[in-house]
């Protein structure tokens, strides 16, 4: 199993394009979650499914879109890029039996 | 929502000493309270964790407590080693399907064990 895979690993836009951070598993999780590290603040929740075609908002939404189509994926969309959103994104997914998330390698992203 | 706080913020201790990183949180109803280690430039790891009905819960060199009355929770890590040396997250959860089992995250403590 390649487990939570998350691409790109880097990525540099300007203010105001769009993107979308890809996000897909394989180990057939019903959750899954978007969450945002930022320098002295931990990680904070974007937004999550809790299976596919239901999605839900966390603490930070604003600016982020999501959608579930499968099981597998669950990608994150900026509509129109902030400086603000510079960040570390990480995806994490977890089944409901098990009480371990299991975070993806990150997205660093930088917004000029 | 959910408030999770963490200290020290910081912690600098040398090889073979504990650590100790607390954290507190404001909904009683959270009930899953994880620990993650990461690493610089790694993603969080999970290395222990321990549920509500269970005061204590230990693996080898780190052991967790859990105070439910008080709404604290606390990592314990004994003879340290120079590669324990990682930003530690404290977290808690609802532990319920409704909320997709989200965590919500302490602001991390940086740990330096030094030789």
């Known amino acids: 199993n390649a487990g939570v895979t998350q691409t790109p690993k880097f990525q540099v836009l300007k203010t105001g394009q769009s993107m979308t951070l890809q996000c897909a598993q394989d180990m057939n999780h019903e959750y899954m979650s978007w969450y945002r590290q930022d320098p002295g603040m931990g990680l904070r929740l974007i937004h999550y499914?809790?299976?596919?075609?239901?999605?839900d908002q966390g603490e930070v939404p604003n600016g982020y879109n999501v959608s579930r189509s499968t099981t597998e994926d669950f990608p994150l969309r900026l509509l129109s890029a902030a400086p603000s959103q510079t960040s570390v994104y990480f995806c994490a997914s977890r089944t409901g039996t098990s009480n371990e998330q299991f975070f993806g390698p990150g997205t660093r992203l930088t917004v000029l | 929502g959910e408030n999770v706080e963490q200290h020290p913020s910081t912690l600098s201790v040398q090889e073979g000493d504990s650590a100790v990183i607390k954290c507190t949180y404001s909904d009683s109803a959270s009930n899953y309270f994880p620990w993650y280690k990461q690493e610089l430039g790694k993603r969080p790891q999970l290395i222990i964790d321990i549920r509500s009905n269970v005061g204590e819960k230990k693996d080898q060199r780190i052991a967790v407590t859990l105070n439910k009355t008080a709404k604290h929770f606390s990592l314990h890590i004994t003879e340290t080693q120079p590669e324990d040396s990682a930003v530690y997250f404290c977290a808690a959860s609802r532990g319920n399907s409704n909320s997709g089992y989200a965590l919500n995250f302490g602001k991390g403590t940086s740990l330096l064990v030094t030789p």
């Open positions: 499914s809790v299976g596919a075609g239901i999605t």
